[in-house]
C-alpha cells in the first residue's frame, strides 16, 4: 500500500514588521522637514512669484498662491505614494535612485548658492520670459517647476521609499510636506511684504545657506546609497 504524503502545516503565524518607534518618527519627521524645507525653498521661490504678480489684484495673488499650493502638494504625494512602485517596474533600485538623486539634488544646492537658474529648481530666462505672458500661472511655473519640482519630486521618492515600515514613513512624510506647502503658501500670500522688508539681496542670503544644507544632505544621501551598494556586494 503506498505511503500517504506528509503534510506539515506551519501554524506559526507571519510576524508583521513592528512599527516605528516614537524616537524613529520624530527623527523622520525633522530629517523630512528639514530636506524639503530646503529643496522647496519657500523664501527664494517668494520674490519669484512677487514679480510674477507684480502690479496683479490681491484676489489674483491668493487664487494664484492657493491653486500653486494645491497642484503642488498633488503631484508631490502622487510620487510619494507610487514612487516605490515605478522604481519596481523600471527595476531600479533604491540605492541606484539614492546615488541619482543625491548627484541631482547636489546641481539643485549649487544652483541655490550661485543663484542661477538652470531649470531645476526655477525657471530658466526663456522660461520667464514667456510665463509673464500668462494669465494663469498656478501650473507653470509655480506649481512646476517652482514648487514641485525634480527636487522635491526625488527628494518625495527617497524619503519614502523602501523599508518595512514604508506606509508610515509615508504618513509622516505627507505630514511634513502639507506643512511645508502650508508655509510656503502663507510667505506667497505676505510675498509683496516680505520682499519690501528684506530685500531680494536678503531673500538671495537666506537661499545660499539653504543650498549649502541642501550640498550636506544630497552628499549624504549619495554615501547611504553607496554604502548599501557595497554591503549587497560584499
Known amino acids: 500500500m503506498p505511503s500517504l504524503p506528509t503534510v506539515i502545516l506551519d501554524f506559526h503565524p507571519r510576524i508583521s514588521p513592528a512599527p516605528l518607534s516614537p524616537f524613529c518618527m520624530l527623527e ?13 525653498d519657500p523664501v527664494g521661490v517668494m520674490p519669484m512669484f512677487a514679480a510674477l504678480t507684480q502690479g496683479a489684484e490681491r484676489a489674483y495673488r491668493r487664487r494664484m498662491a492657493f491653486k500653486g499650493t494645491l497642484i503642488s502638494f498633488l503631484i508631490l ?27 541631482l539634488l547636489f546641481f539643485v544646492a549649487i544652483d541655490m548658492v550661485l543663484v542661477r537658474s538652470s531649470g531645476l ?39 519614502t521609499g523602501g523599508g ?47 543650498g549649502i544644507l541642501l550640498a550636506a544632505l544630497a552628499v549624504q544621501f549619495v554615501l547611504d546609497g553607496l554604502s548599501a551598494t557595497f554591503q549587497q556586494i560584499s
Do not use: Y
Not at 530636506?35 to 522647496?40: A, E, H, K, S, Y
Not at 502622487?78 to 546615488?99: K, M, P, Q, V, Y
Not at 525657471?123 to 494663469?136: F, G, K, L, N
Open 164 to 210: 518595512e515600515n514604508r506606509w508610515q514613513s509615508v504618513i509622516v512624510v505627507l505630514i511634513v510636506m502639507a506643512l511645508v506647502l502650508g508655509l510656503n503658501w502663507i510667505l506667497l500670500l505676505i510675498s509683496n511684504r516680505l520682499v519690501k522688508l528684506i530685500g531680494v539681496t536678503g531673500a538671495g542670503v537666506i537661499s545660499r545657506v539653504l
Open 77 to 103: 504625494a502622487f510620487f510619494a505614494l507610487t514612487g516605490d512602485g515605478l522604481l519596481n517596474l523600471l527595476h531600479i533600485s533604491l540605492e541606484a535612485f539614492r546615488i541619482a538623486g543625491g548627484i
Open 28 to 40: 523622520l519627521f525633522i530629517s523630512a522637514f528639514i530636506t524639503l524645507f530646503v529643496v522647496i
Open 121 to 159: 529648481s526655477s525657471t530658466t530666462t526663456r522660461e520667464t520670459q514667456e510665463a509673464e505672458h500668462r494669465q494663469d500661472i498656478s501650473v507653470f511655473p509655480l506649481a512646476i517647476p517652482l514648487i514641485a519640482g525634480p527636487g522635491a519630486i526625488t527628494s518625495m521618492i527617497l524619503l
